[in-house]
């Protein structure tokens, strides 16, 4: 039963990597993470997750703004649910960079207290959550 697992490998260990980070964001910001953002650390988490989606974008005009990524990506068409993913892990790349893993942690912690999205946005990164949304266009 494992003789194909070499084989496959690589594709478990990217699919590991994203389901424990959504593990993670789950346990640290509770069921009030937006889309773009659980989605988006955990594509950026994968082994080049990132690459993969600076590819992506760079393959596709097509964006989506991040607002409209807040909720689930369930009904998307395949065409935009790969811009969606994309778009999510370089917003959260973004924000990683900004601020760090403990600054993200803090971020999905104050979500997880009940604090709005715009709120602790403000609060952790030092900017309005829609300049860094309208940065993202």
């Given at each position: 039963p494992v003789e194909n697992l070499?084989?496959?490998?690589s594709s478990l260990v990217r699919?590991?990597?994203h389901e424990l980070a959504h593990a993670f964001v789950h346990e640290s910001g509770g069921r009030d993470v937006p889309g773009w953002l659980n989605e988006g650390l955990a594509v950026m988490f994968e082994p080049q997750g990132a690459q993969w989606a600076a590819e992506t974008m760079a393959g596709s005009s097509a964006r989506i703004p991040l607002d409209q990524l807040a909720g689930s990506f369930d009904q998307l068409s395949g065409t935009q649910a790969r811009v969606a993913y994309a778009e999510s892990a370089d917003a959260a790349r973004?924000?990683?960079d900004e601020v760090g893993g403990a600054g993200v942690v803090a971020l999905l912690q104050d979500i997880a207290?009940?604090?709005s999205l715009a709120d602790a946005f403000e609060r952790r990164m030092l900017t309005p959550y829609s300049a860094f949304?309208?940065?993202l266009r």
């Open positions: 070499q084989k496959e490998k699919v590991m990597r973004r924000l990683f207290r009940g604090v949304a309208a940065a």
